[in-house]
């Protein structure tokens, strides 16, 4: 099939459209295409796929890995950044004269400001890169991994955890934008599946690499650590990454740009004259004034439609800058959707359980069964090696399962198809995570633990990946800002569940904490199978919503 682009454009909106010399308009394989008319021969992009000079989609194999191992590089120094504190805390608690809640506050804030702070990111680098976040993001975690280092309070190595915290929450939400921005739906559970598993090690090797610098020089080594690595990762960012980021294909950019837009025209309309509107190059005259006015969509609408709505040579020669950034509209074009409220909610109690179990497992081994950092965190990697290992099945899965429904289903498929993958996994991980808390709860061999800590990982990572390539999928054109949302609720989950975790340990044990938790996970599995089954309908009711309102 050859195809030829061309643009049209309507008011206040601007499809783009490309022509398919061929006996039939029906589209095959895995060309992210929908027909539209079979009788014209013409098929809708999503935005997604508007043409785009230096198509990070048509890059080859190699910058596409480059990009991929170095975002994964980036991502797995955050994990790191989150746990490699831990086998230390007792010196930390005595060299800095610090309470045990004082302690507490360390990771509490870290864990709070690491969930949210990516919408943040998120929004920046829809209006400036991806680069420009990976860049200054970097810098931020090597200058507060430096202050914690070399603190003398327990105050400032809070505040500078808390800096620390903000550096590294940027690798997640917009390494899985980066992917998105690379990858086309048929390949993205894999390629997301390679790429979280690296954030995976850093809960699992953070204790082990924690308690080795801990017990070989001080605590102090632990950061400095993370500033040798952040220094790597920085430089690997301005040697080797080129940035993915194409605003025509940006919903938050062309809704930023829009609100930019109204704002110069009003400044216009009050001078009463002819004029080009700066930046944008539309010139409106007076007399049109009301009129040109009523053919602006409204700037939420653009943000909740996945069509472009400006003229894409417009959208390339427009430059907004940082006080054009606002996180809220797109996040709240996100939460409107019943679809992602249910899968996010789901992603929460995964992110959530991962973290208890971390957590307490510690404890346990601390307290239960004598073991000194370095065996913990041992036993800790086969948390990590599950976990591991479920994100690069799962995501191979997730794509397996979604090319064999796209087949059965004449090439046309949803993004709802990617979540059956999770269906096997569902049947093991609440019977894997009862094991595990008795075997806890009873003192059973320590096998037995790294058993059950392995499936426990797998089977709970394995429903994660599908679900975070799902969040991408269902969210055309502000992927950056669904996953940044996610890692909010998640983050959000994960400070709760760390606050109650000792506390519930300490007044119904192992056994009853995870016990609890497998009837939490339940739920989960639920609001998967929901928005399975419900999650076509509640997005199409909801595009349909949204382009009603921009009538």
């Known amino acids: 099939m050859v195809v030829s682009p061309r643009e049209s454009s309507t008011e206040g909106s601007a499809n783009t459209t490309i022509s398919c010399v061929s006996d039939s308009a029906k589209v095959t394989g895995d060309h992210p295409c929908q027909t539209v008319s079979p009788e014209k021969g013409e098929i809708t992009l999503d935005i997604e796929h508007v043409f785009v000079e230096d198509d990070p989609r048509k890059w080859g194999r190699i910058r596409k890995n480059t990009t991929l191992w170095l975002i994964s590089g980036a991502a797995m120094i955050s994990g790191l950044a989150a746990n490699i504190q831990n086998p230390a805390n007792a010196e930390i608690q005595r060299d800095l004269h610090a309470s045990s809640g004082q302690i507490s506050w360390t990771l509490a804030t870290f864990i709070i400001i690491q969930g949210n702070f990516p919408l943040i990111w998120s929004a920046v680098s829809e209006i400036q890169g991806r680069k420009p976040v990976y860049l ?33 929450s940027a690798f997640m939400s917009i390494s899985a934008a980066t992917l998105a921005d690379m990858y086309d739906s048929h390949e993205r559970g894999s390629k997301m599946g390679i ?90 005259p007076a007399q049109k004034t009301e009129e040109s006015h009523a053919n602006l969509p409204d700037m939420t609408d653009i943000e909740a439609d996945e069509k472009p709505h400006l003229d894409i040579p417009a959208i390339a020669k427009t430059n907004l800058s940082f006080k ?34 971390s957590y307490t497992c510690a404890r346990t081994l601390t307290n239960s069964y004598n073991y000194d950092a370095l065996k913990t965190g041992l036993v800790l990697l086969s948390f990590g090696i599950g976990s591991m290992a479920g994100s690069i099945f799962g995501g191979r899965w997730s794509d397996r399962e979604l090319a064999r429904l796209k087949e059965a289903n004449n ?141």
């Open 136 to 168: 200054v993001a970097t810098l931020l975690l090597i200058v507060g991994s430096a202050l914690v280092a070399t603190s003398r309070s327990i105050q400032l190595a809070i505040g500078m955890r808390a800096l620390q915290a903000a550096g590294s």
């Open 324 to 357: 054009d950034v606002n996180p809220f509209p797109p996040l709240y074009q996100i939460l409107r959707r019943k679809n992602n409220l249910a899968i996010l909610q789901s992603s929460a109690l995964i992110f959530g359980f991962s973290y208890s179990i």
């Open 195 to 284: 790429f979280y598993a690296a954030p995976l090690l850093g809960p699992a090797l953070g204790p082990l690499i924690g308690g080795v610098l801990a017990q070989s020089f001080n605590w102090r080594a632990n950061f400095y650590f993370l500033v040798i690595c952040g220094a790597v990762i920085l430089m690997a960012f301005l040697s080797l990454f080129k940035d993915t980021f194409r605003r025509e294909r940006s919903l938050t950019y062309q809704g930023a740009l829009m609100r930019r837009v109204k704002e110069l025209e009003l400044d216009r309309q009050k001078n009463g004259s002819d004029t080009t509107i700066a930046g944008v190059g539309i010139e409106v």
């Open 411 to 551: 090439g046309i498929w949803i993004p709802e198809m990617r979540l059956s993958s999770t269906k096997m996994a569902m049947l093991w991980l609440p019977p894997s995570v009862i094991g595990y808390a008795w075997v806890c709860e009873k003192h059973v061999h320590v096998a037995a633990i790294c058993v059950m800590l392995f499936l426990s990982g797998f089977f709970s990572v394995w429903m994660y990946t599908s679900a975070l390539a799902y969040i991408v999928d269902a969210n055309t054109g502000r992927s950056c800002s669904a996953v940044a949302t996610n890692s909010s609720f998640r983050g959000t989950l994960a400070f709760v569940a760390a606050e109650v975790a000792i506390p519930l340990q300490n007044t119904i044990g192992d056994g009853g904490l995870y016990t609890l938790w497998a009837g939490l996970l339940v739920i989960m599995e639920l609001l998967i199978l929901l928005v399975l089954h419900k999650g076509e309908k509640w997005r199409r009711d909801s595009e349909e919503k949204e382009k009603q309102n921009n009538i």
